[in-house]
């Protein structure tokens, strides 16, 4: 199995090239040229794995190159900082109604799944193409992404990474994450500007062909660790096989069931994954993208029509907060299988921030499983509410706005299929929200929320976030999108 651009059949490379890289050269994504399969078989031996196993064995079938022996290493020692051995817990909530817990790594959100694997993905990497530079890995971030790629990334020889994120765009916790960040090798900055104005600062640093071999010169490769990177979206393809497997094993469905899952999106990695699950054998039905009021993905996935000039709105679920979805690009090769399509396409995205793939796609993502829906601030509120008071579970604003979608989805349909939803943050890393949600005064500090909500809950304070308190910050820095260039060269010069 080999790798491509979406933009040009012929910029090949490995698995190994595709992780070191990021970026294709053209500005394109690399996307496998073609697709393993599972059969039902190889998915029941699944279910009596561990989640390691079960990670590594699938994990396997995506990264050609890399051993089983070396994967089941990986995943062994990433998924231990996980604070429960189930790793991906499956909690059911309302009838046919299950969450996915994806957040008991050790930053609280779900980027851990693919952020505690990627340095040793990285690293193996490095060696299988030989030629010793230090890896840089550069990533834009709209609140979890940057923590999670520190705390992996932290003092990883051979690497360093900088993390930038939108000024005042992140909450309290998140920010307070990345600022009192341990490590010699890292870098954070906040950025004036939105998330889209931080990831299109890097995306520039990137396509830089002079930086690139000044950098060069210097022993330096630049790499990725958003959710552009294949090493990030493949391990996330495993926890769709690690639901279901739950799901047999609690004997809820029978093997082949279909199921539908229901994932809060931003810049569609999440949900991509959830696609090549599907295409790769899994039975999946509907995959739902569930938007906040930053709605792009709801209007493009109902009219064909993907269009960024709209304002951007703060929400409470901030790691949605994205006009531009990156990996959408992936799904748009995926259907259509035409580079020169797609790189049209993004190029008129580009240029006019908009572009149309008209009724013949529309219709193919559709019959592909592909539904969306959105909630709004005050949608989100409820669902938050009704989550508590109905089933004493507390969902993040980000959970809330799948779930919402979640029900908006079954009430319309009067699908009664299991349906998973992706819970992808503790709700105490937006403690603030969770409060005024529930209709309870906010404290003014993000910690003294945490400790309110959990007075309020009777559930601890994961302990990776109440420890932030204590730590001093070392990067309280802010740059503006045009000195972002200026500052990676500093610091790696
Ligand atoms: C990143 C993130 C999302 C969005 O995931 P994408 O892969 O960008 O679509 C949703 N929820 C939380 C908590 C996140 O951190």
Known sequence: MEF??????????TAAGAILRGLAEDGGLYVPA???????????????MSYPALAAAVLERFLPGFTAEELNEYTRKAYASFDTPAVVPLRPLRDGVWSLELHHGPTCAFKDLALQILPYLLAASGKKCADGHTIAI????????GKAALCGFADVPGTKIAVFYPHGGVSDIQRAQMVTQEGDNVLVLAVEGNFDDAQTGVKKIFSDKALEKELDAAGVALSSANSINWGRLAPQIAYYY???????????????DTVDFCVPTGNFGDILAGYF?????????????ASNSNNVLTDFLRTGV????????????????????SNLERLLYLVTEDTDQVAEWMAALRETG????????LEVLRQEGFEAYFADEEETAREIRAMWTQQGYLA??????ALSAAEQYRQESRETRPLIALSTASPFKFAASMLSSLGESVPESGFDAQEALSALSGQRVPAPLAELRQKPERFPGVTTPADMREDVRRWLA
């Open 306 to 325: 993907y269009d960024r000039n709209r304002p951007f709105l703060k929400t409470m679920s901030p790691s949605m907060d994205i006009l531009v979805s």
């Open 277 to 289: 699950a599907k295409k790769s054998g899994l039975p999946v039905d509907k995959l739902i993208c």
């Open 138 to 145: 550069l990533v834009a971030t709209s609140g979890d992404t």
């Open 354 to 361: 908009r572009y149309d793939i008209g009724e013949k796609w």
């Open 242 to 256: 690690g639901a279901y497997t739950q799901l047999l094993n609690a004997g809820k469905i029978a093997l082949g």
């Open 4 to 13: 491509i651009s979406t933009r040009s059949q012929e910029l090949r490379t």
């Open 34 to 48: 073609s697709l393993p399969r599972f059969s039902l078989e190889e998915i029941k031996t699944l279910k009596d």
């Open 396 to 401: 993040d604003p980000h959970t809330a706005v």
